[in-house]
Nanobody
Framework: QVQLMEFGGGSVQSGGSLRLSCAAS?????????MAWFRQAPGKEREGIGS???????SYADSVKGRFTISQDNDKTTLYLQMNSLNPEDTAMYFC??????????????????????WGQGTQVTVSS
């Protein structure tokens, strides 16, 4: 069973930065896959914000484009989300997700939570003004 665990959440002031990590285990990363970051604020739906595939191709939601960067370490077992220029609207629980088989072609599908079978428990990010 694939296991994902997020780290690095916390509280930061507006304009600040945080880097989240997602440690993945029990998955063979030489196989095709899609990994993504989602976030969910209280009372709101879970929102896809970025994804990366086996070839390193990334995509981002408009809400974070230019501020957030997704990357992986060399052995692919750790996913990162570098978040810069944070603002209070970024306050949410952040989740990583993995889907074997690769990323969907459209961003609507790629950022749909139903496209992913494996999820971490989440890490809270709070941005104060």
């Amino acid at each position: 069973q694939v296991q994902l665990m997020e780290f690095g959440g916390g509280s930061v002031q507006s304009g600040g930065s945080l880097r989240l990590s997602c440690a993945a285990s029990k998955y063979t990363f030489s196989s095709n896959y899609c990994m993504a970051w989602f976030r969910q604020a209280p009372g709101k739906e879970r929102e896809g914000i970025g994804s990366i595939d086996r070839d390193g191709s990334t995509s981002y939601a408009d809400s974070v484009k230019g501020r957030f960067t997704i990357s992986q370490d060399n052995d692919k077992t750790t996913l990162y989300l570098q978040m810069n220029s944070l603002n209070p609207e970024d306050t949410a629980m952040y989740f990583c997700a993995l889907e074997p088989g690769g990323c969907y072609i459209t961003t609507d599908d790629r950022f749909d939570p139903r496209s992913y079978n494996y999820w971490g428990q989440g890490t809270q990010v709070t941005v104060s003004s």
